[in-house]
């Protein structure tokens, strides 16, 4: 996360990048994009400390993850993918 590491969260592989290998090995695959609801944390303080662990920060630094919770907006939905083929 570029907030705290200023590293800036990639953007591949993607779905389709995952489709072009399979193709290139023999496998037909399918994906199928669709929107999925944003898991919502309804309690702050246990969000702050799920995100701090994910982020392999110390706890000295779940105000600022907390503060940075509060002052994002909220998506609602996100882009997904289901990728299968036939045996």
């Known amino acids: 996360m570029e907030t ?3 590293l800036e969260r990639p953007k591949d592989p993607t779905p389709t990048d995952l489709i072009e290998v ?6 037909n695959a399918q994906v199928q994009y669709w929107p999925g609801t944003v898991r919502q944390e309804s309690n702050i303080d246990q969000a702050a400390e799920f995100m701090r662990i994910r982020l392999c920060l110390p706890k000295s630094r779940e105000v600022d993850v907390k503060e940075f919770l509060t002052n994002q907006p909220r998506a609602e939905e996100r882009d997904l993918a289901t990728i299968w083929w036939d045996k």
């Open 22 to 27: 399979l193709k290139e090995i023999g496998i």
């Open 4 to 6: 705290f590491w200023s």
